[in-house]
């Protein structure tokens, strides 16, 4: 089973930018959805980001303009550019790989959005 490592979390001022990274243990080539949920405090895991393996992507409206999500094929790699980031954006941001059933998660990155 693939394994799944998400680095790039850490504290920032609202308004910062953060960079998060997801990389695969292999080829991600074969995963047909690579993506990012994040899980606040008390809250549900609520989906942030997609990327299809035919190119298309898509973002949640909480942080559509302000969040990009890309691959690297060649690092094996998702990666989630957060700009603009609010308080709100405040959670653990977990990286998922899907080939058909059932995602693997990563174990999360956590991300801290304050004064």
């Known amino acids: 089973q693939v394994q799944l490592v998400e680095s790039g979390g850490g504290l920032v001022q609202p308004g910062g930018s953060l960079r998060l990274s997801c990389v695969a243990s292999?080829?991600?080539?074969?995963?047909?959805?690579m993506g990012w949920y994040r899980q606040a405090p008390g809250n549900q895991r609520e989906f942030v980001a997609a990327?299809?393996?035919?190119?298309?992507?898509n973002t949640a409206d909480a942080v559509k303009g302000r969040f990009t999500i890309s691959r690297d094929n060649e690092k094996n790699a998702v990666i989630l550019h957060m700009t603009s980031l609010k308080p709100e954006d405040t959670a653990v941001y977990y990286c998922?790989?899907?080939?058909?059933?059932?995602?693997?998660w990563g174990q999360g990155t956590r991300v801290t959005v304050s004064s």
């Open positions: 292999e080829s991600i080539s074969d995963f047909a959805y």
């Open positions: 990327s299809a393996r035919a190119g298309a992507s």
């Open positions: 998922y790989a899907q080939k058909r059933g059932a995602p693997t």
